[in-house]
């Protein structure tokens, strides 16, 4: 199993991102996916989850309208468009396979700063 992220960088606020998860070793359509982050300092938070066929789909209350999550299981990839981004959302993102067992990204460095 590999899931490797890709598109973070550095924003000004209110700028846009959008990050690239691409799973690898399983089959992508049967797992529900997510994404975290991690500020430093702070605790792992959930940011947005998605079903198995992408019909459903769940957010932080910090990201809310800012942010949506969506997959294309045909290229084995989960996506994350931020809109709006603000300073707060500074941190590392990490996007996660839900199972039994759960796999991690390596995660991508996202930083918004003027």
């Known amino acids: 199993v590999q899931l490797v992220e890709s598109g973070g960088g550095l924003v000004q606020p209110g700028g846009s991102l959008r990050l690239s998860c691409t799973a690898s070793?399983?089959?992508?359509?049967?797992?529900?996916m997510s994404w975290y982050r991690q500020a430093p300092g702070k605790e792992r938070e959930l940011v947005a989850g998605?079903?198995?066929?992408?019909?459903?789909?769940n957010y932080g209350n910090s990201v809310k309208g800012r942010f949506t999550i969506s997959r294309d299981n045909a290229k084995n990839t989960v996506y994350l468009q931020m809109n709006s981004l603000k300073p707060e959302d500074t941190a590392v993102y990490y996007c996660?396979?839900?199972?039994?067992?759960?796999?991690w990204g390596q995660g991508t460095q996202v930083t918004v700063s003027s």
């Open positions: 996660k396979r839900i199972g039994v067992r759960s796999y």
């Open positions: 998605i079903s198995k066929d992408g019909g459903s789909t």
């Open positions: 070793g399983f089959t992508f359509s049967s797992f529900v």
